[in-house]
């Protein structure tokens, strides 16, 4: 069935470092795959999205990966600031000829940043 | 400045009355959603619209309803036949370009049942 979840809940990672953030899926089927960070408190925020015919998208400081092969989807940002710190959700959604995406949301990976 | 707004921040009701949430935004967008949010875990759909009176069931309608009578509004109700209604409440809205996958969200609504 439809799922998107997150090898592990919680990530540490010193303040400069790189973090990268790891989801697997289950659905073949998805066409877009994307990932938001919600801060506490806060509604989420969108970052960046995939289209699953590609394998890498750059951003400003992420970078998105997708390994069809095993299924998996990665987040990576570059010399992580304080300001990183949040859930990072992975999510996935099918394209259509609308103006509305059922987004299938995992369950989430907080980041945390030692100074 | 173009946003979402929900309102109350903050929401207690006792078990058994309805309550309804509210979403307003001035981003003159046509797509609108409303998820729920349990502790740890991600967000489930409970209902979308994707043009004014219209909308359809997300995958945990049960309980709830909506209505979209305009385009920068889409209440949500909290029935009393929401088995279990506490949870932080979000609402967001979506432009047609990139196909709904950029939403934008509200800084939520957390209903408190007891």
């Known amino acids: 069935g439809e799922s998107v979840g997150l090898h592990l809940p919680t990530l540490s990672v010193q303040e400069g470092d790189n973090s990268i953030i790891n989801c697997a899926y289950s659905?073949?089927?998805?066409?877009?795959f994307i990932w938001y960070k919600q801060e506490s408190g806060k509604g989420p925020q969108f970052i960046i999205d995939?289209?699953?015919?590609?394998d890498k998208r750059q951003g400003q400081r992420v970078t998105v990966l997708l390994n069809k092969t095993v299924k998996h989807l990665s987040l990576q940002i570059a010399a992580t600031q304080p300001g990183d710190s949040a859930v990072y959700f992975c999510?996935?959604?099918?394209?259509?000829?609308?103006?509305?995406?059922?987004?299938?949301f995992g369950s989430g990976t907080r980041l945390s940043i030692r100074p | 400045d173009g946003g979402i707004t929900q309102s109350p921040k903050y929401l207690f009701r006792k078990e058994g009355q309805n309550v309804t949430l509210s979403c307003e935004q001035n981003?003159?967008?046509?797509?609108m959603y409303w998820y729920r949010q349990d502790p740890g875990q991600g967000l489930r759909l409970i209902y979308y619209?994707?043009?004014?009176?219209?909308?359809q069931k997300g995958d945990i309608a049960e309980g709830y309803s909506v209505s979209r009578e305009k385009k920068e509004s889409f209440p949500l109700t909290v029935t009393s036949a929401q088995k279990n209604p506490t949870a932080f409440y979000l609402c967001?809205?979506?432009?047609?370009?990139?196909?709904?996958?950029?939403?934008?969200f509200g800084p939520g609504t957390r209903l408190t049942v007891t």
């Open positions: 967001a809205s979506s432009a047609p370009l990139a196909g709904g996958r950029e939403q934008y």
């Open positions: 659905n073949s089927a998805s066409d877009y």
């Open positions: 995939i289209r699953s015919n590609m």
């Open positions: 999510a996935e959604t099918f394209a259509k000829n609308s103006s509305a995406s059922k987004i299938i």
């Open positions: 981003l003159n967008h046509d797509a």
């Open positions: 619209s994707q043009i004014v009176n219209d909308f």
